[in-house]
């Protein structure tokens, strides 16, 4: 029969034999497992194998009062021993062994306390607190956690140094299930293994993914370059994880789901997206397998990058790029610009600011289209981009035609040069310029700028040119009402100079500078020869033909004084009709230079043959100053006249003269100033 044996008692037994039995070896109890109602103890002894061994075990619920446990003596070649306890559920046991040998009996071994496991489900049984005892407190261990319902083997969910262990329950256990649960500690000794009691609950799945943890923590959300929107967020750690439900926010202010992504992916493209257009906000839930949705609170939305639309004055230089600040990381490292070639799709970086804003100056090309997205940072190197906004670097309406017909000397003045120029009428407040040189390197000065009216014909005279020194290069520009040049091109020419010299006698030399135009092109050059302001003739030459030499020994019987012009032809690449133009040149004077041959005699017999006396002209002209005087022998003056053509008949108060030699004097100033005496002795004979 049982029999109990108080702990003093024990203590003084110990003592009284201590002496006596110091040989005895004391057995070192290493594992208590339980098994529903068994109890098994292992222990671990060295001894004499020789010897003659038994064991005994004590008990006790308190641990103080121990009892003895086994009925029978166990042998002395065991190192455990079971028996059947009731109380395994409900109580902690303490136990210590004792060994008798040959030398009596040992020492109490060491007391251990058999692991009693307490589970616990919280208020939704959603989460099993599991508590329980070490088996003694000099004893470590790392613990095993196994967990079952009631038609499944044990299952190990987990280990712990610690003496506590919550398992958040995940599916299936969707609905309440009894689950059953025992810990288990490997000793590192002998390897032998103490179990607890089994303990259970009514527990299920009660959370959604991601809350008893986090909710879902989205990393980027990002516009592509086609208007797209691509979302990416971290992984819920949660083994019964289903899949992820994207959400995004409507014009009401809603929350309507736009489709689901099957786990473990992490990544979604919206199609559906007008982040071109606005502003997109986007939250991400956790389904289980239990379809429990984790859905965190309105805080965890991501919104997508919006780069306002681009605002372009096209008589400004500027622009200027705004956008939303990206709130979803935080912080934000930087906003970094980027500009796209449209025609080779390349990105170019601008710069890079901590503002939402940015003004771009720029010379942008006129009719080009200029493309631009904003391209966050944070400290954690994560990016997201914006919407791409173009724009169209317009212009004001320029005009489709700008034609410099003609330049030419003014032929009635050739103190000034007409230019004459063709404007359409559709660009209407532009202006159009007239630039001049007078040189081919000389830079070009504006010399008129005149408004694009109604008129489509526009002309200017520039009376502060010297057309009979200098050619001059002219060109038309238009300027537009941001007084920018336009795209049309530049419409340039230069008039004709034209210059003569006497190279000989009887010969005028004739050179001119060629009519240039970009405009059109020269098909002859016409040379207009004047005497007394009257057109003597016309002589055409080639477009290359830049010089004449003008035999006038046939005219000597007139002025000497010959003026010349030149006239060029000119056929137009495009004007809005089909006219031959023409431009001319400045006039250019030549004088030869007059001589006068005097007879010395003459016979004033009315003959016809020699009946008069007077020079013999040679390019003389009648406006000049002239005056012929003859006088007899007696130094009586017999004739006098002013005119060039009039001749002395030989008569002198109306009366024959007689004959014999007279005396002439002939004085003459030519137009230019040229003055021409002579004097001498002529005959008059019968």
């Known amino acids: 029969m049982k029999r109990t044996v108080n702990i003093f008692s024990l203590i003084f037994f110990s003592l009284s034999f201590l002496m ?20 098994t103890l292992t222990w671990n002894v060295y001894y004499d194998s020789t010897s003659i061994v038994t064991y005994h075990t004590y008990r006790s619920y308190n641990g103080i009062d121990f009892i003895k446990t086994d009925d029978d003596e166990i042998p002395n070649d065991a190192t455990s021993y079971t028996y059947q306890e009731d109380s395994t559920g409900t109580l902690k046991i303490y136990y210590y062994i004792q060994l008798i040998d040959n030398f009596g009996l040992s020492d109490p071994s060491n007391i251990l306390c058999s692991i009693f496991l307490n589970v616990n489900g919280n208020s939704g049984h959603s989460i099993a607190t599991l508590d329980w005892n070490a ?18 083997d044990w299952d190990s969910i987990g280990s712990t140094d610690e003496l506590i262990y919550k398992d958040t329950i995940t599916y299936p256990y969707c609905s309440d299930t009894i689950l059953l649960y025992k810990i288990e500690c490997t000793d590192p000794v002998i390897g032998c293994i103490s179990s607890s009691n089994v303990d259970s609950d009514w527990l299920h799945d009660g959370f959604a993914p991601g809350n008893n943890i986090s909710i879902v923590q989205m990393d980027t959300v990002s516009v592509a370059f086609d208007g797209t929107v691509a979302i990416s967020w971290d992984p819920v750690q ?9 959400y995004r926010e409507d014009a009401t202010g809603g929350w309507p789901e736009i489709d689901q992504v099957l786990a473990p ?10 982040a071109g257009h606005q502003i997109e906000t986007y939250r991400v839930a956790a389904v289980d397998q239990c379809n429990l949705l984790g859905l965190g609170g309105f805080d965890d939305a991501f919104n997508t990058m919006y780069l306002n639309p681009v605002q372009f004055d096209y008589c400004d230089t500027n622009i200027l790029l705004s956008w939303n600040p990206y709130i979803n990381f935080d912080p934000v490292d930087v906003y970094k610009i980027y500009e796209i070639d449209t025609r080779t799709m390349e990105t170019t970086l601008i710069t890079e600011t901590n503002s939402t804003s940015y003004t771009y100056t720029s010379n942008f090309i006129p009719d080009s ?13 994560r990016t997201s981009s914006s919407c791409i906004q173009c724009f169209f670097a317009n212009r004001p309406y320029q005009p489709d035609t700008l034609n410099l017909l003609i330049v030419s000397v003014d032929t009635l003045t050739n103190e000034t040069i007409g230019l004459q120029y063709f404007v359409d009428t559709t660009a209407l407040g532009s202006k159009s310029i007239i630039l001049r040189k007078t040189n081919a390197n000389d830079t070009y000065d504006t010399v008129h700028k005149e408004d694009v009216s109604s008129s489509a014909f526009l002309s200017f005279t520039d009376d502060n040119v010297q057309p009979s020194s200098h050619d001059y290069y002219y060109k038309i520009i238009i300027l537009d009402d941001c007084n920018n040049e336009t795209w049309l091109p530049n419409n340039e020419a230069r008039t004709m100079l034209l210059q003569g010299y006497v190279s000989a006698v009887n010969i005028n030399t004739l050179q001119w500078t060629a009519y240039e135009t970009t405009t059109g092109d020269i098909s002859q050059y016409r040379l207009y020869r004047k005497i007394d302001g009257l057109i003597d003739t016309i002589i055409n030459f080639n477009p290359d033909e830049l010089q004449y030499d003008d035999n006038v020994s046939h005219l000597s019987g007139r002025g ?4 010349y012009l030149v006239e060029a032809v000119i056929l137009s690449y495009s004007i809005p009709s089909n006219d031959t133009l023409r431009s001319f040149s400045n006039e250019t004077l030549i004088s030869q230079i007059s001589n006068i041959h005097m007879p010395n005699a003459f ?24 005056l012929f005087v003859i006088y007899n022998r007696w130094g009586e003056k017999v004739f006098e006249t002013s005119g060039i053509n009039n001749y002395w008949d030989g008569q002198y108060k109306n009366q024959p003269s007689p004959l014999g030699v007279y005396v002439y004097l002939i004085h003459y100033i030519s137009p230019e100033g040229l003055k021409f005496e002579k004097k001498g002795t002529v005959t008059l004979l019968k």
Do not use: M, W
């Open 135 to 152: 088996l003694s407190p000099e004893h470590s261990c790392t613990y095993s956690i196994y967990r079952k319902d009631e038609t499944s």
């Open 20 to 39: 006596g039995h110091s040989q005895t070896p004391v057995p070192d109890l290493r594992c208590i497992s339980i098994d529903n109602d068994s109890v």
């Open 238 to 246: 949660e083994n019964d994880l289903k899949e992820y439900i994207i």
């Open 369 to 381: 289209t200029y493309c631009y997205y904003i391209r966050v940072f944070d400290d954690k190197n």
């Open 265 to 274: 992916d992490t990544f979604y493209i919206d199609y559906t997206a007008n």
């Open 560 to 563: 000497g004084r010959f003026t």
């Open 603 to 626: 016979t004033p017999n009315n003959d016809g043959y020699n009946d008069n006396f007077g020079p013999v002209n040679i390019f003389t002209d009648e406006s000049a100053e002239y």
